[in-house]
């Protein structure tokens, strides 16, 4: 009989993984079991997901695995993107269809909740930056355009955690899936009561809070039945998925480190032991993201991978065949561009577009006209090294300390390109991988919460020994800086 088996469930916006992972003389081994796309549904102009869809798929992933692996996987845990949720009847009924977090919305809500609670009052208590897709925006814009689904809600449950419920788990908020509602109070650790008030927002909606590790049920019977397969212990991890990728940075020795979580999002951070909610921390655009084992995700989204992905969904409506790695190649042959810069972070580039016109526009209005793909695809890409630089200067600014290398995991790790562009415009060495970071996070965490692996420190000694990470050592040219000055002051930050 095999011990610890684990099922991992990683949702993201452009796809779902399902990977097994199995504990070897200290190393972990991680087979993927099954894999879904998932998208933007959008519907008379809302933005949705394609909610029991991907549930189904979790069910049927959920079979394949145990059948590939006799019947052995003891435990399950899910992780997605955050801010999403569903809202429940009295009686536990789904009521509509989850929306997807760039619905538009929010649009606006981001200036009018200031009015109702000031930038800095709220920043002191939830620590988050203000994007405009967090929970809290889109419970404001629900209140004012569909009052009656709200006043129905008996409870609101985040993605993740509602699957694992309706796979039988209990009903709950993991920690660190609410951490990023913006309406958490990290200080005290507890759904923030004033700012649910001066929202207007009912507060028995809200679940309470698991912390990754815990236990939170069994997978039930009415799955089993369906399915035909044996049970399993459903564990919480962090729900955030960025939380689980960040367990499995190679890092050594438990110590600090910067990171960028790469996926559709770029998420620019640090892994550290204390919080920093001073107001010139919220102007530079940082949030305090709760972590795995209460550490705090120090962090900035920057737009990310999203801008080639919708390059890609564009040009290959047009017929072209296109794919990242493909294109990721093309673009670093190119020369004509390598000064043209846009900003990563423009709102143009959030909501679903055609993206590559958006960005030849954005670089025409600094005097590129953009001659083919591959030039967009190298003016997107220089843009969010040089973007990675900026976030990463101002990390070491606010926290005072200097890392010695970046840690870049997740997919985006693999497109070579970037990771060797970052390291030349950050001046430091990269460390690429693990790409499934998120998964494999999740099983580690599995295994924290089981008891098979004694904590955070020797997870990540798991995950160095098992993964391969590839270093990229920076350039010495010096016209890395002198772009890097070009582009600071193109995206006015000089
Ligand atoms: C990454 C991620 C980011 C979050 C964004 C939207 O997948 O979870 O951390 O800001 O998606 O939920």
């Given at each position: ?15 779902g ?21 998932n ?19 979790i ?7 145990q ?30 269809t989850?929306?997807n977090?760039?619905d ?26 203000f ?16 009052p ?44 923030d009561?004033?700012?649910l ?12 809070i ?11 019977k ?42 559709t ?71 004509t ?33 953009p ?59 990269v ?23 004694k ?21 010495s ?18």
């Amino acid at each position: 009989k095999k011990e610890g088996l684990a099922l991992a469930v990683d949702l993201g916006a452009s796809g779902g993984k399902l990977f097994v992972g199995e504990l070897k003389d200290g190393k972990a081994e991680i087979h993927p079991v099954h894999k879904f796309k998932n998208k933007i549904v959008l519907a008379q102009g809302r933005a949705y997901w394609d909610f029991l869809r991907i549930f189904d798929e979790i069910k049927m992933g959920y079979a394949l695995a145990q059948r590939e692996f006799s019947g052995q996987i003891t435990s399950i845990a899910i992780d997605s993107w955050c801010n999403d949720y569903a809202l429940i009847s009295e009686h536990g009924t789904m009521i509509g269809t989850p929306r997807n977090y760039r619905d538009s919305r929010t649009f606006g809500w981001i200036e009018r909740s200031f009015e109702m609670m000031p930038q800095y009052e709220v920043y002191k208590r939830t620590g988050q930056q203000f994007q405009r897709f967090e929970t809290s925006y889109h419970l404001l814009a629900e209140k004012e355009q569909d009052p009656d689904i709200l006043g129905i809600a008996k409870e609101l449950i985040f993605i993740p955690d509602y699957l694992s419920h309706l796979l039988g788990a209990k009903k709950y908020s993991e920690y660190t899936i609410a951490s990023v509602s913006n309406l958490y109070n990290l200080v005290e650790n507890k759904w923030d009561e004033d700012i649910l008030k001066a929202y207007g927002l009912p507060r028995e909606i809200f679940m309470p809070i698991v912390y990754a590790g815990d236990k939170v049920g069994e997978i039930a019977k009415d799955v089993t039945d369906e399915l035909q397969v044996p049970s399993a212990e459903i564990y919480a991890v962090g729900s955030h998925d960025t939380a689980s990728a960040v367990v499995a940075a190679p890092a050594e020795d438990d110590e600090e480190f910067i990171f960028i979580s790469s996926g559709t999002w770029s998420l620019v951070g640090a892994e550290l032991r204390n919080n920093i909610m001073t107001e010139e921390s919220m102007k530079l655009g940082f949030g305090n993201e709760g972590g795995v084992m209460r550490r705090n995700r120090y962090i900035c989204n920057v737009m990310g991978l999203w801008i080639i992905q919708e390059c890609v969904r564009m040009w290959n409506l047009q017929g072209k065949d296109y794919d990242f790695a493909g294109l990721a190649e093309e673009a670093s042959k190119v020369t004509t561009c390598d000064t043209v810069f846009i900003d990563p972070d423009d709102s143009r580039l959030f909501e679903p577009a055609n993206m590559p016109e958006v960005v030849a526009q954005m670089a025409r209005e600094h005097g590129y006209a953009p001659q083919n793909d591959f030039e967009i695809v190298r003016i997107v890409t220089q843009s969010l090294a040089c973007k990675y630089r900026y976030v990463i200067d101002n990390i070491e600014y606010l926290t005072g300390k200097k890392f010695p290398c970046l840690h870049i995991i997740g997919g985006g790790s693999q497109n070579t390109f970037l990771d060797q562009l970052t390291a030349n415009y950050l001046h430091k060495p990269v460390k690429a991988g693990p790409a499934d970071a998120t998964g494999i996070g999740n099983i580690l965490t599995q295994w924290i919460g089981r008891g098979i692996l004694k904590g955070l420190k020797e997870a990540r000694q798991v995950c160095a020994a098992s993964c391969g990470i590839k270093t990229y050592q920076p350039s010495s040219d010096e016209t890395f800086e002198k772009n890097y000055h070009k582009f600071l002051h193109d995206i006015g930050k000089a």
